[in-house]
Structures are given as structure tokens and as C-alpha cells.
């Protein structure tokens, strides 16, 4: 199983980034697929997740507005477009997957993490 992120770097604040994650060695469509991140002495926090199936998505408050998950089956890939970047939101972003079927469900997997971080 591997879950490999790319698109992190350095921003300016307002500014913008779009982070891939592409799954590998599992089936994606049956696994909801989510980013976390997690600051210098802060725990990890859900930033966003779609579902195995119809797609639904959540997103944390505080970048409601602001971010778009989405994912594409096909390619077994999972993205997030954030805009309007604030220096809070810097971070180690993780992706995520968690088994939604019976036979997945106690399967849970992530990502090395990308660095986001977002000047002042």
C-alpha cells in the first residue's frame, strides 16, 4: 500500500496550492479518502474527506470556503485546491484512506506528508 503526496511548498499569504495524493496497492473506490494536517505542537487535525461512494464531502471549519476535495477513481488519485492561504494554515499535510465496505473498514493508511508552509 502506498499513498504518495506532492504539491506542497512555500506560498504567500492569499495565495494558492493544489496537493495530489496517488493510492497505490489497495482498491480506492472503496475507501474514503481524506487530508489531515498537523503544525509544530498541535495535534493532527482533519482537513477534508470524500467519500468511497457518492463522493460527499466535509471540510473543517476553518477552511470551509476556502478548500475543494475531490478525487478521481480512475486514476486512483485524491486532490486538494486550497485557496486563500493564511499563514494558520501551515502544516504537514497527510492524505489519508479508511476502508468503508465490511471488508475494509478496519483498514486505515496514510501518507509520508507534504510541507505547507505560508509566509506573512
Known amino acids: 500500500v502506498q499513498l504518495v503526496e506532492s504539491g506542497g511548498g512555500l506560498v504567500q499569504t492569499g495565495g494558492s496550492l493544489r496537493l495530489s495524493c496517488a493510492a497505490s496497492?489497495?482498491?480506492?473506490?472503496?475507501?474514503?479518502m481524506s487530508w489531515y494536517r498537523q503544525a509544530p505542537g498541535k495535534e493532527r487535525e482533519l482537513v477534508a474527506d470524500?467519500?468511497?461512494?457518492?463522493?460527499?464531502?466535509i471540510y473543517a471549519e476553518s477552511v470551509k470556503g476556502r478548500t475543494t476535495i475531490s478525487r478521481d477513481n480512475a486514476k486512483n488519485t485524491v486532490s486538494l485546491q486550497m485557496n486563500s492561504l493564511k499563514p494558520e494554515d501551515s502544516a504537514v499535510y497527510y492524505c489519508?484512506?479508511?476502508?468503508?465496505?465490511?471488508?475494509?473498514?478496519?483498514?486505515?493508511?496514510w501518507g509520508q506528508g507534504t510541507q505547507v508552509t505560508v509566509s506573512s
Open positions: 489519508n484512506a479508511k476502508g468503508s465496505t465490511y471488508l475494509t473498514m478496519r483498514n486505515n493508511y
Open positions: 496497492g489497495f482498491t480506492f473506490s472503496r475507501y474514503v
Open positions: 470524500i467519500t468511497s461512494s457518492s463522493g460527499a464531502t
